[in-house]
């Protein structure tokens, strides 16, 4: 498991995260109303075993990804959960099993896992 230093200023901290340096950040829903507990942790635990595998956490670039374990996000249908920001893809059914696929495909590639796909809310283009 990941252990931080998580003593000094939040801006410490933040940039002990990498913080600043990432370029998507996937929210995954573990709670036990779309899915059951155990069904979100293994997805959790498999989006961050994926995630290290790749040196997508924690790093820097282009694919550089944030994760956050986030107890609901209010489907609470078809779990685990998932949205990708900042295009706001938002995915059903994310168990473990398809977590390889959706980094690869989705966090790698840059190409959403379409079947899984149930909505859309990107953020706002500051440039735009």
Request: glycine content about 10%; some cysteine.
């Amino acid at each position: 498991m990941e252990k931080f230093d998580k003593s000094g200023s939040l801006p410490e901290v933040a940039e002990k995260l990498g913080i600043g340096e990432y370029h998507r950040h996937v929210f995954l829903c573990t709670g036990d109303k779309c899915c059951t507990a155990e069904v979100g942790l293994a997805a959790w635990e498999a989006l961050k075993q994926e995630l290290k595998d790749r040196k997508l956490s924690l790093s820097t670039g282009p694919n550089a990804c944030y994760r956050t374990k986030v107890g609901c996000l209010r489907i609470c249908q078809s779990g685990p959960i998932a949205v990708v920001y900042p295009e706001g893809t938002w995915y059903s059914g994310l168990t473990a099993e398809r977590i390889p696929l959706f980094v690869q495909q989705h966090l790698v590639e840059g190409d959403p896992v379409r079947e899984w796909v149930f909505a859309g809310n990107p953020l706002p283009n500051e440039e735009e």
